[in-house]
């Protein structure tokens, strides 16, 4: 059942929620990743006062982290941030291997607010304006970042992360982004989703992917699954009564499918009273008076999970 605003009435089945599910399509051999994020979405937005467009444009970056931070390695983090002219300024995801989201952004609200209602379409796409999309993966200690960066001129997410891949690795892909809050039956209280579908083009140097594939034409073979791949729908993404397993049949039956093992997401904020303390501890006596609350403690909030810090001025002494 559908509500006021395009939300969603539905039952919700957790069991499939907050994973990345890997694929092989097996006529055609392309590799490709689903997500659906539940809680781990909904924790990470409540904890903001953010107007929903931020939400929803925020929502979008971390199904996008989920979808690339999937395939890192344990310990290492990647980072992906939208930074704009635009009512948006700045949108920033993280994802920490093995499965740890979380996320931030700055924006002008009376301007968010103001694009977001109007019925102007170029005034709704000013709220991301121009700027840039860049990618960086922290690999550790003694290991340089990796990074990769693309303009951004005031498309969807969706097609600045298909851009970003066919820019940044020179290979053909097809990204998918939707989000959306819904509402379980019986329940008072709005959720946020978020869905993705990334499939890429088998590498011509002999990847392992297009070698699952039986077909003889590589270029055919990716246009018909690219094809397949446009038809999902954002409900499809988001729709918690769908499993992934099932989407993707219901995508890719004519080309067979095989799915590998699932990689689970949760969110999580580095942050600790011990980390702020130590941070604290580089700024200087001014600074730190500038941080002091009405009871005369010093208060941090954390940008990320919103979670207060107070200290005795005394604890730098």
């Known amino acids: 059942m559908t509500a006021a605003g395009g939300e969603q009435i539905v ?20 590799r490709g990743r689903v997500v659906k994020l539940g809680a781990s979405i909904d924790t990470i937005l409540a904890r903001h006062d953010y107007p929903e467009a931020v939400s929803k444009a925020l929502g979008e970056v971390l199904a996008f982290t989920a979808l690339v931070g999937s395939a890192i390695a344990p310990g290492h983090r990647l980072g992906l941030q939208f930074r704009t002219d635009g ?37 709704r796409r000013a709220l991301l304006g121009t700027g840039h999309l860049a990618l960086t993966l922290d690999r550790g200690a003694g290991e340089e970042p990796r990074q990769g960066i693309i303009p951004f001129e005031g498309d969807s997410l969706s097609a600045a992360a298909t851009a970003f891949f066919e820019q940044s690795e020179q290979r053909p892909s097809y990204v998918r982004l939707a989000v959306a809050r819904v509402r379980e039956a019986g329940s008072d209280g709005w959720h946020w989703r978020a869905g993705g579908l990334l499939i890429q083009k088998p590498l011509d140097d ?38 992934s397993e099932r989407l993707l049949i219901r995508l890719f039956h004519e080309e067979g499918v095989r799915a590998f093992s699932a990689v689970p997401f949760e969110a999580h904020c580095r942050c600790s009273r011990d980390r702020v303390k130590m941070f604290l ?10 941080l002091k609350d009405d009871s005369g403690q010093l208060t941090v909030t954390c940008e990320f999970c919103n979670a207060n810090y107070r200290f005795e001025p005394t604890e730098f002494e």
């Open 206 to 243: 002999g990847d392992d992917a297009a070698a699952a594939g039986t077909s003889g034409d590589r270029e055919e073979d990716w246009q018909r699954v690219r094809i397949l791949a446009a038809t999902v729908e954002d409900h499809e993404l988001v729709d918690p009564r769908l499993p």
């Open 281 to 290: 501890t580089r700024f200087g006596a001014q600074e730190l008076a500038d």
């Open 87 to 123: 009512a948006i300024r700045f949108l920033f995801a993280d994802c920490e291997a093995p499965g740890r989201l979380r996320a931030t952004a700055s924006f002008d609200r009376d301007k968010v607010q103001s694009m977001a209602s109007s019925s102007d379409a170029a005034a």
């Open 11 to 30: 039952s919700v089945d957790a069991t499939s929620d907050d994973r990345v599910l890997p694929f092989v399509t097996e006529l055609s051999g392309v």
